[in-house]
């Protein structure tokens, strides 16, 4: 037990570091690449990379068509919606921001569980929802004061970003159990970009890829075979070990990392707001992964 536990500590640390590099290398990227061109790359080269490590596992692919609207709806609030989304925002905001709002996925997971019955209210889980949205508030506070239109815009379009994930998330783990984290990922990410191909090709044809520095490329190198790759294959294999509503302890893990990883390479130095609306939006995660020991009466839809 003591293993099992070890070894999905050691996954959710994983993910924290891929996430945080995701974070920074799509910043890169976005500020050298047109963020359309950026996703389609991101999905071919995603496709290779599981691909291949399909034909090294020699892992044998099955699909039931009675899961086919299903898997749709999967592939297009998480891999196509999500991806472009958070393609497009990091043209305007910075990297520490898009973990901190992404941290609300679980609360809002919480409340999709509520509403479907799967899971009670309690007051516990209003007051981790009140502090995570006050966290956010604090981090994005400043930018509202001022006005930063462009770094608002950014951070809209990662929280709608956020919930096309939570909504992926919410629905997914019995299809993880049923195909395999690398099957599905490998089949909703081909489902992606047979989706996006018409828009993608345009935009990679218009695109000038002769003003792209090394950075960028390796930034889209490390965004098709660890972020759509890797992540989607590490998270799956921790929500096989978790529930869904448990992504909290995944997720309390990344604003930290990026945020010491992205002032370390210079995109951003760091804010008392950022600082401080991490530690709530971590608090509220592990108020809202205890045990709920009072339901709260809510009324009826």
Known sequence: MKDHKGFTLLLIFFQAILIAFTNIAARQAA??????????????IGILALGSIILIKRTKLRFEWADFKILFFLMFMGMFCNQILFAQALRFTVPSHPPMIY??????????DIIRKAKIAS???????????????????KNILIFNSGILLGDGLIFIAMICWAIYTAFSKPFVHKYGALQLAFMLIIGAAVLYAPWGVHRFIQADLSIVTWKGWLSIAYLGIFSSGMVYLNYFAILKR???????????????????L????????????????????????????????????????
Do not use: C
């Open 103 to 112: 941290a609300l996925t679980p609360i809002v997971i919480i409340f999709i």
């Open 262 to 301: 992205s002032v370390i390479l210079g995109y951003e130095v760091f804010q008392w707001n950022v600082i401080a609306g991490t530690l709530l939006i971590i608090i509220a995660l592990w108020i809202a992964q205890k045990k709920i020991k009072e339901p709260l009466n809510l009324p009826e839809i």
């Open 123 to 141: 007051k516990q889980i209003v007051i981790a929802s009140i502090l995570s949205f006050i966290g956010v508030g604090i981090v994005l506070g």
């Open 242 to 260: 978790i529930e869904p509503t448990q992504t909290g302890l995944i997720i309390s893990t990344h604003p930290p990392a990026t945020i010491i």
């Open 31 to 44: 500020m050298e690449i047109d963020p359309f061109v950026i996703s389609f790359l991101r999905y071919l």
